[in-house]
Nanobody, 122 residues
Framework: QLVESGGGSVQYGGSLRVSCAAS????????MGWFRQAPGKEREFVAT????????FYADSVKGRFTISRDNAKNTVYLEMNSLKPEDTAVYYC?????????????????WGQGTQVTVSS
């Protein structure tokens, strides 16, 4: 089970950190990812981190502004979002992969959270 928290509303240029707590599985063995879906748009990849936190990848649209990290002792993955823009407005989902390596492919993820809303106003 994956439970996101930390979403909310922020103004342009602001920051938010969303968290995802995992339970019921061997969190530390698998890669984790964040995806987002804006109204009327398809779900898109945001960021991914491998099993031990040593490798990360980002969508070009968030590179340099967002940081994914994980704390395996707490079974939690984080997404730090800075310099937020209105186009970052979406429901953000965390996901647990079936593999250890960081992956941008949604089909490689087995478990998904319920999502948390992030709204950025101009």
């Amino acid at each position: 089970q994956l439970v996101e928290s930390g979403g909310g509303s922020v103004q342009y240029g602001g920051s938010l950190r969303v968290s995802c707590a995992a339970s019921g599985g061997i969190f530390s063995r698998y890669a984790m990812g964040w995806f987002r879906q804006a109204p009327g748009k398809e779900r898109e990849f945001v960021a991914t981190i491998n099993w031990n936190g040593g490798k990360t990848f980002y969508a070009d649209s968030v590179k340099g502004r967002f940081t994914i990290s994980r704390d395996n002792a707490k079974n939690t993955v984080y997404l730090e979002m800075n310099s937020l823009k209105p186009e970052d407005t979406a429901v953000y989902y965390c996901a647990a992969a079936k593999v250890r390596v960081a992956t941008m492919v949604a089909a490689n993820y087995e478990y998904w959270g319920q999502g948390t809303q992030v709204t950025v106003s101009s």
